[in-house]
């Protein structure tokens, strides 16, 4: 975690949006969690953690550890937001743009 805001924005935006969609199932939000994208590489450090995500028609439950593609019947996030900070900003508008960009189709 970038610093003490970082780790307030993040639940913020996960809260609201458990509180927007109360009572809903169809649904997955998750926050400072890494998206693995390709099996077979994804030893190769083929996955990102955004600071929040959104995923539309994906189960709410179980909680999970990290979001699998390949797991979620090829699910990719609906909406990705990353928190920038000095110390970030190199990778999230360097690496992690491009592959949400270009690795991740657009739905």
Known sequence: MES?????AMTLLIELVGLHLMGRKDY???????????????????FRGPDFFFVWEASLNPPRPYWA???????????IIELT?????????GVKKMTYERVFPYQ
């Not at 003490?4 to 307030?8: C, V």
């Not at 979620?72 to 909406?79: H, N, S």
């Open 4 to 8: 003490d805001w970082h780790r307030l």
């Open 28 to 46: 997955f939000v998750g926050g400072n969690m890494f998206i693995y994208f390709d099996a077979k590489q994804a030893r190769d450090r083929n």
């Open 69 to 79: 593609v390949w797991d979620e019947g090829g699910k990719y996030p609906d909406v």
């Open 85 to 93: 900070s000095p110390t970030t900003a190199s990778e999230d508008y």
